[in-house]
C-alpha cells in the first residue's frame, strides 16, 4: 500500500505534462523523486507540506548519498516541481561553491569532441552492419539532428538526389535537413540491404545509443558519466557549422529545430583548433604558420 508521499510523486509523474516528456527524461524525473521518498522516510515526513520540509537539509541529506552537485541541483528542480503541482510552490535557490562551479565547467569542456576525435569516429569499423554504423554516425553528424529524429526517419522522406531528408517526427517544427555526396552513396548501399524500402529504417534509440556508446569505449573516448553519447554529435555539428562553416545561427536554429538562444547558450563549443583559426585570420597571422 502506497504512502501518501508516494501517493503525490505517483500522481504527479503520471500527469500529462510529465507523460510527454522523453523516456529518459521520465527515468531522471522517477529517480529523483525516489530519493525524496527515501528522504521522507527517514525523516518520518507522511505528508509533503513545505512548511515541515527543509530544504537546506534535504541537500545536505543528498549530498550524503554521494550525489554530485549537478545532479543534486537537477533533482531540487524537479522537487520545486513536484510541489508547486502539488499547489505549494516552494521558493528555493541552490547555490554551488566556485569549486563545484569550476569542476563542473572543466568536466563540461572536457565533454565536446575534438577534431580528432570526430575523425576516429567516422573511421571506426562496425564489426555488425558495417554500413548502418557509418551512416549513423555521419547523419548525426552532417545533419546535425536528434537521434530520436534519425531513429524515426522514414524511407519516404528520404531524397537522394537532393540529399536531403525531410524531418517529420520531431519534438519541435518539422524541417529539412541534408547529407554529403558521400552518404548518398552510403544510403543507396543500404537500401539494397531492405528488400521494401518503406517506413521506419534505422534502429530504436535505445539501440543507436548502445552502439556508439559501445564504438566510443572501443575507441578509449569515453569515461564513466562524462555525459558522451549520440546527442555530442549534435552539439560538434553546430560548433563546426558556425566556427567552420561560417553559417549564421540564425540559420543554424533553423536547421536544428531550435531557438536562436538555443544555439547561443547549448550548442556551441569552440575547440582550441577553431578559435585559433578565427584568431588567426583576425590578426592575419595565417600566413605566418
Same mark, same amino acid.
Given at each position: 500500500?502506497?504512502?501518501?508521499? &508516494? @501517493?503525490?510523486? #505517483? ?6 505534462? /510529465?507523460?510527454?516528456?522523453? !523516456?529518459?527524461?521520465?527515468?531522471? =524525473?522517477?529517480?529523483?523523486?525516489? &530519493? @525524496?521518498?527515501? #528522504?521522507?522516510?527517514?525523516r518520518?515526513?507522511t /505528508?509533503?507540506?513545505?512548511? !515541515?520540509?527543509?530544504?537546506?537539509? =534535504?541537500?545536505?541529506?543528498?549530498y ?6 549537478t545532479?543534486i ?35 563540461r ?14 573511421n ?26 534519425i ?15 525531410w524531418?517529420?517526427?520531431?519534438k ?8 554529403s ?34 564504438m ?21 555539428a ?30 556551441l ?11 588567426d585570420k ?8
Open positions: 500500500m502506497r504512502t501518501n508521499v &508516494q @501517493l503525490k510523486i #505517483y500522481k504527479f509523474l503520471n500527469d500529462k505534462s /510529465v507523460k510527454r516528456l522523453t !523516456k529518459n527524461t521520465q527515468e531522471v =524525473y522517477w529517480y529523483a523523486l525516489l &530519493q @525524496l521518498d527515501n #528522504y521522507c522516510k527517514k518520518k515526513l /505528508v509533503l507540506d513545505p512548511r !515541515k520540509f527543509n530544504m537546506d537539509d =534535504y541537500v545536505e541529506w543528498l550524503k548519498q554521494e550525489l554530485n552537485s545532479s541541483r537537477h533533482y531540487l528542480t524537479i522537487v520545486k516541481m513536484l510541489f508547486k503541482f502539488l499547489g505549494h510552490p516552494i521558493d528555493y535557490t541552490f547555490k554551488l561553491s566556485q569549486d563545484e562551479i569550476k569542476a563542473i565547467k572543466i568536466k569542456l572536457r565533454r565536446w569532441f575534438s577534431e580528432d576525435e570526430i575523425e576516429q569516429c567516422l571506426y569499423e562496425f564489426k555488425n552492419n558495417r554500413v548502418q554504423g557509418e551512416l549513423l554516425i555521419r547523419l548525426m553528424i552532417e545533419t546535425a539532428a536528434r537521434v530520436r529524429e531513429s524515426r526517419i522514414i524511407a519516404e522522406n528520404i531524397d537522394l538526389n537532393t540529399r536531403t531528408i524531418v517529420t517526427r520531431t519541435t517544427d518539422p524541417r529539412t535537413v541534408f547529407f555526396p558521400y552518404t548518398a552513396e552510403l544510403l543507396r548501399s543500404y537500401r539494397l540491404q531492405h528488400i521494401n524500402w518503406t517506413g521506419r529504417i534505422f534502429p530504436h534509440t535505445s539501440v543507436i545509443r548502445k552502439m556508439i556508446t559501445d566510443l569505449q572501443d575507441l578509449g573516448l569515453k569515461e564513466k558519466d562524462d555525459g558522451r553519447g549520440p546527442h555530442t554529435f549534435r552539439h560538434y553546430a560548433t563546426w557549422l558556425y566556427y567552420e562553416g561560417g553559417m549564421k545561427i540564425t540559420e543554424l536554429a533553423t536547421l536544428m529545430g531550435a531557438t536562436v538562444k538555443t544555439i547561443q547558450d547549448v550548442y563549443h569552440p575547440t582550441p583548433t577553431m578559435l585559433r583559426k578565427r584568431v583576425a590578426w592575419g597571422w595565417e600566413d605566418d604558420i
